[in-house]
């Protein structure tokens, strides 16, 4: 938590926007997650996550740097 609360403010609203422009795609981001989680196909969903957080929220990779 303090990862986000720690944050910068311009980090914040950068965070929150990312957030709010992923809310489209997110049904089906979540349902291959949840396919791949049920399935035990743990590679794939760490493909899917690396993918998704690097591609959208550069900001909070680099607060979690």
Same mark, same amino acid.
């Given at each position: %938590?303090a990862? +986000?609360?720690?944050a *910068?403010?311009?980090?914040?609203?950068?965070? $929150?926007? &990312?957030? /709010?422009?992923?809310?489209?795609?997110?049904?089906?981001? %979540?349902?291959? +997650?949840?396919?791949? *989680?049920?399935?035990?196909?743990?590679?794939? $969903?760490? &493909?899917? /996550?690396?993918?998704?957080?690097?591609?959208?929220?550069?900001?909070f990779?680099?607060?979690?740097?």
């Amino acid at each position: %938590m303090a990862v +986000l609360a720690g944050a *910068w403010d311009d980090e914040q609203v950068a965070m $929150l926007m &990312a957030t /709010l422009d992923e809310i489209p795609t997110m049904p089906k981001l %979540m349902g291959k +997650l949840m396919h791949n *989680w049920v399935t035990g196909e743990p590679k794939h $969903l760490a &493909a899917l /996550l690396a993918a998704e957080i690097g591609e959208t929220n550069s900001v909070f990779i680099d607060r979690l740097l």
